[in-house]
């Protein structure tokens, strides 16, 4: 058994990978803090506490230019300044209108295939998936499995029982953990808002049926 101290030092050793869901993550702060202004590299530094930052790896949907240009130039706009943040990476994926509902396609495969991927690589040691899905809960077991740890990031009224139940780690927000991770101005511009493509989610012990079937 490893002291105190040997752990702490395995621990500050540790390189950690970070998967941000965009869209489960626009929608729960906007849900429970009223704004979405994040300061990307700040809220990263949090999550990574005194360990070594691998990568942030965002993903969401790209807005189509041709249906909605004015929304395509903000979330433009929104993206500048996350390329403009040290070592975070953005992976788009597209949508599809199911009548007027635009429907987000491919974002969790990327998001489960990098996670799995980066960890039979070896990249990291621990992965914070920012995310309440239940849908990435058999991904999250695949890389347990390889012997990575695994914690999941979400609000408590956001984040899915199986998900929550297979994780090594739980950080749990509430709106005072963004107390000192917003942008400096107070109300979020245009530019922060993200795509609200409709998905199926989960609350603990009842179902967020919001993708049409």
């Not at 530094?45 to 807005?63: G, S």
């Not at 960890?119 to 990435?136: H, N, T």
């Not at 400096?184 to 967020?208: H, I, L």
């Amino acid at each position: 058994m490893k002291s105190d101290g040997q752990h702490s030092v395995s621990q500050l050793t540790d390189r950690v990978a970070i998967f941000i869901d965009g869209s489960n993550l626009y929608h729960s702060l906007d849900e429970n803090c009223n704004r979405f202004d994040l300061d990307f590299g700040a809220f990263a530094d949090k999550l990574v506490k005194d360990r070594t930052l691998f990568r942030v790896y965002y993903y969401n949907v790209l807005r189509d230019p041709d249906r909605n240009h004015q929304a395509y130039q903000d979330q433009q706009k929104f993206l500048t300044a996350l390329y403009n943040t040290s070592y975070l990476e953005i992976r788009l994926g597209s949508s599809k209108m199911r009548g007027d509902v635009a429907v987000e396609k491919g974002v969790d495969i990327m998001l489960a295939t990098d996670l799995l991927r980066f960890a039979w690589e070896g990249l990291y040691d621990v992965a914070i998936l920012v995310s309440g899905d239940a849908d990435f809960a058999y991904a999250v077991q695949a890389v347990k499995d390889m012997g990575k740890h695994v914690e999941v990031a979400a609000f408590p009224s956001n984040l899915a029982w199986d998900l929550a139940n297979i994780a090594d780690e739980r950080e749990l927000f509430t709106p005072g953990y963004f107390s000192d991770l917003w942008s400096r101005k107070r109300e979020p511009a245009r530019g922060n808002s993200q795509p609200a493509p409709q998905r199926r989610g989960w609350r603990f012990g009842r179902p967020r049926n919001t993708d049409p079937e």
